[in-house]
């Protein structure tokens, strides 16, 4: 137990070990750490042969960051086990699941910085499919990154040049609702893009 509990110290802030570890044991949680995946943060995925359960989460998120990530992902386990695959992925059941474990760490019982809790009480309110989609929740969290000189397309002025990650060079148009229009450079397309996609001022 002790092996394990340095090892989850590694990740997870240190209020939060003993109750992620029980709930590792408790729901018999086969726990990956990945490398980092530009298409998400975190992965559920039940394992019913042996009656168990896989949870992964990127390795480079900051320890706040991995733990509202991993409760994310506890979630859906929680609803599989009282639902099976018979409601939607992030639909009431998971969002109240959400809010019930979330109360280990927030409320009376809180252990985030003020400016994340903050953040996490106004998620919480109504989480969506990915924190990520939060971006006041997401900028606070990469406060906490070592390398906190990451640019966002909400941080960059309309009608600037940017590249993305991939090196495709575009010009950001427009806000439509949740997302940024962004036109590239090199096709003339259109794309929607998260505000909180990084991105490389040109």
């Known amino acids: 137990m002790a092996d394990h509990q340095e090892i989850l110290s590694r990740y997870f802030p240190p209020q939060s070990i003993d109750i992620i570890y029980n709930w590792i044991v408790e729901h018999h949680i086969h726990f990956r750490i990945t490398k980092s995946r530009e ?25 706040w960051a991995f733990l509202i990530i991993f409760v994310h992902e506890l979630a859906h386990l929680i609803v599989y086990e009282a639902h099976g695959n018979k409601v939607k992925a992030h639909g009431y059941e998971w969002k109240n699941a959400y809010r019930n474990l ?4 927030t409320g009376e019982r809180n252990i985030f910085p003020p400016d994340i809790a903050g953040a996490v ?3 919480l309110v109504n989480a969506y499919a990915s924190s990520s989609t939060d971006v006041e929740l997401t ?13 966002f397309i909400d941080d960059i002025p309309m009608k600037s ?4 990650e991939k090196g495709e060079l575009f010009s950001k148009e427009q806000k439509l609702r949740k997302r940024f229009l962004c036109i590239c450079i090199r096709n003339k397309r259109e794309y929607l893009l998260s505000p909180m996609t990084r991105v490389f001022p040109q």
């Open 39 to 63: 298409s998400k943060l975190g992965d559920y995925q039940p394992l019913p042969k042996i009656n168990a359960h896989k949870i992964t989460i990127n390795f480079d998120l900051n320890k």
């Open 139 to 151: 900028k606070v969290l990469r406060n906490y990154n070592k390398d906190n000189n990451e640019i």
């Open 121 to 123: 009480e106004k998620y």
């Open 102 to 105: 979330m109360k280990n760490f």
């Open 161 to 164: 040049l940017f590249k993305t």
